[in-house]
């Protein structure tokens, strides 16, 4: 069964995925500058995501460490395909042309599309 982050457990990755690892105490402060969200209620959720397989928590200091073990690019991978199948029907270019059209994108991330395009036309 793949393992899919609720909403909450997405915004502790995104946090452990910037810091690489952090305490509990850490994420809170993260998150605090952002949604109003108890201690406790972190903890919690950071126990959860530690015996879901989402981090690892060390345990040899006093302080638990945590890092992520799902990655961002698997996150981003999950969502995409959930968006790609339920919005999009399945349609790429749609999606792509969507998100083209209605965000604007650096000229350094059109150069990499462009890039990533002509690797296709040489298949």
């Known amino acids: 069964m793949e393992l899919k982050p609720t909403e909450s457990e997405l915004e502790i990755l995104q946090i452990l995925w910037k810091m690489g690892k952090a305490t509990v105490r850490d994420v809170h402060e993260e ?3 952002t949604k109003a969200a108890g ?3 972190t903890l919690k959720l950071m ?3 530690d015996e879901k397989g989402l981090v690892e928590r060390d345990t040899t200091s ?3 460490i945590y890092k992520a073990l799902y990655s961002q690019e698997k996150a981003q991978t999950s969502a995409l395909n959930k968006i790609l199948s339920t919005v999009f029907e399945g349609s790429t270019s749609d999606l792509v042309i969507q998100a083209l059209g209605h965000h604007k994108a650096s000229k350094d991330e059109i150069d990499a599309i462009k890039s990533y395009l002509e690797k296709f036309d040489k298949h």
Do not use: F, G, N
Request: cysteine-free.
């Open 62 to 64: 006093r302080t638990h």
């Open 39 to 41: 201690y406790t209620t």
């Open 31 to 33: 998150l605090a500058k």
């Open 47 to 49: 126990q959860i995501m």
